[in-house]
């Protein structure tokens, strides 16, 4: 999922915004004790996650 435009990138967008991904991913993006290598894929992930807004993510 952290190649915009990839083939399965809005069925991922869509199942991360109905988990509620997206507060976890910021709470891992500001934690002080992450690793640099988890803040730095939260990060991106939730770039991609505001690419994809969850209203253009209807999978009928």
Do not use: D, Q, W, Y
């Not at 934690?31 to 690419?51: C, D, G, M, Y």
């Amino acid at each position: 999922f952290t190649i915009p435009g990839s083939r399965h990138a809005v069925h991922h967008a869509s199942l991360l915004h109905k988990a509620g991904a997206a507060r976890v991913l910021r709470a891992a993006a500001a934690s002080a004790t992450a690793p640099i290598e988890a803040k730095v894929f939260a990060r991106i992930v939730l770039r991609n996650l505001e690419h994809h807004p969850f209203e253009a993510c209807s999978l009928t």
